[in-house]
């Protein structure tokens, strides 16, 4: 059984549930947002390859603290790292706690380097794009959530996105537009809640990196592809071109 929100206070203020500081504001539905610190462990793969209880790995580890508050650190492929969170938890033998996915819409589509899956279908393993638009490694999934609160979220190309309303998402408001300010993480809910800004929309939510997909052979050129689509005759294969289109010819020409 899932505790409520109700719940999860009711727990906190007879002190079997211990979260401290517990600040009310990241108390959700049916959970507690947590807050990471700023001191992370990394694992030296360089050094091992496998973690041995039976040796003395004393360099096994090495503290990172990003230089700033607003800074990071960055991972490499195939790194692991451990994070503490800025909140104490301490829970009673009969009650278990668990991490939480953001949860997006099972059928939302999801990009890969071999075609499109959905969310519902992602498994670990699997390769999808990363923010960068590189390939990267599902290492663990969450498993479907039931009779979460969601929200429709609509873009102003006018893609729609079901999101959970504790889905993160890294956006830039009005306020932090004007002063040519960073992005903030900020969850469905509180977008909700702060939608508009007198009459004009607040947030911003920031594209994704063009992805970069391995090299392939592929049936026709991608330049030429793109020009055929733009301007091209889908019964025949022509282009329309006019006098200032030499150099698309010329590429064209190249491309065999």
Known sequence: MLLSDRDIRAEIAAGRVGLDPFDVT?????????????????????????????????????????????????????????????????????????????????????????????????????????LDGRPTTVVAVTEVMLRRPCYDVRFSDGEVITADASHLWRTTTKAARKRQGPADVATTEEIATTLRRRDEVNHHVELANAVRCPEADVPIDPYVLGVWLGDGTSTKAEVTCGPGDEQILDEMRAAG
């Open 26 to 130: 990241l108390l959700q539905p049916s959970s507690v947002d947590l807050r990471l610190d700023r001191h992370f462990r990394t694992f030296n793969n360089h050094a091992y390859t496998h973690i041995d209880p039976a040796l003395q790995q004393d360099d096994l580890t090495r503290m990172v603290e990003p230089p700033g508050p607003d800074e990071a650190f960055v991972l490499h492929p195939g790194e692991f790292v451990l994070g503490s969170t800025y909140e104490v938890i301490s829970l009673p033998d009969d009650i278990a706690g668990r991490l939480e996915g953001k949860a997006l819409a099972v059928d939302t589509p999801v990009p890969t380097p071999s075609g499109w899956t959905t969310m519902g279908d992602v498994a670990v393993g699997d390769e999808v794009f990363g």
